[in-house]
């Protein structure tokens, strides 16, 4: 028995339509019925013929469906809340892919009273971004958190996870703040890192002749895929995971002083146990299946 026979899908960027395509190959029953804001992007989408359904607008699309997944950035739930909470269907389940739950939490829990609010956040995910760039195995072997409200209805969340199971998830629980805690340290600080450090080189482009780019690195280089995501996207979710991201931000900030000094006195041993420590954890992100230690080559 599938555990949703009808899921709508808000927002077709590449989370959106890579659901849609997980959805056809692992739940091919399914009626799926989607939608994005932009005029270009639900063309393609029927083009690509991703769902059964493309409609103009976020209400028209949850019309009895017993699923609802926001798939836009963090800024525009309130919004598209707003939009579908009079035409969604009594009973269902309204989730997310967003990478920052708390105020997710918060806004569409306020917004669709009625609604089972069950926020989720797929681990996964690339720098590419529009529905060409999704693909079906994108959440496959990768983690999805659901982050229900204290009081959410068992049985929806079973039925949530279930549903991330069928499309390859391994799924875990977790309490809406722990959650922004933990993601500002695995990706929200990463982030951030990169587009300084991507910032630093641009503004530096000038004064080394374009050396920069031509001889980079595959440190740097890995910065600039980073780097490269979905814009919109990373501007919500530091304003809405500020708190988490500014007390990280400050510990990293005394990290690196701490580094900048062993550096300036010649450290040796200092530096070399941080490296040693730090390798290891690469080694622990492959054992868990998180990655490959294959040579990338600009992977």
Known sequence: ML???????????????????????????????????????RDRVIELGLADDVTDGAGAAVVDADLVI????????????????????????????????????????????????IPAHPVAGTEKSGPDAGFGELFRGRWCIITPPPRADQMMVERLGEF????????????????????????????????????????MEEVTKSEVIKYSAGGFRDFTRIAASDPVMWRDVFLNNR???????????????ALQRAIRWGEG????????????????????????????FGR
């Open 3 to 41: 555990p949703f026979a009808r899921v709508a899908i808000i927002g077709m960027g590449l989370i959106g339509s890579s659901l849609a395509r997980a959805i056809r190959q692992a739940m091919p029953t399914v009626r799926l019925t989607v939608t994005d804001a932009s005029d270009h992007v």
């Open 269 to 296: 041993d200092a530096l070399e146990s941080l490296f040693t420590r730090t390798r290891a954890i690469r080694r622990s992100i492959i054992d868990e299946g998180q990655d490959t230690d294959k040579p990338d």
């Open 164 to 203: 991330w199971h069928r499309l390859g998830s391994k799924v875990d629980l977790m309490d809406a703040a722990h959650h922004d805690r933990v993601l500002a340290v695995t990706s929200h600080l990463p982030h951030l890192i990169a587009y300084s450090i991507v910032g630093t080189a641009s503004d």
């Open 243 to 257: 708190d988490a991201v500014l007390e990280l931000l400050g510990r990293f900030t005394e990290d690196l002083v």
């Open 70 to 117: 926001l798939c836009v950035p963090v800024g525009a739930m309130a919004a598209v809340a707003a939009e579908i909470g009079p035409e969604l269907a009594p009973d269902s389940v309204v989730s997310d892919v967003g990478s920052v739950k708390e105020s997710v939490l918060r806004v569409l829990s306020e917004a669709l009273p009625g609604a089972h609010v």
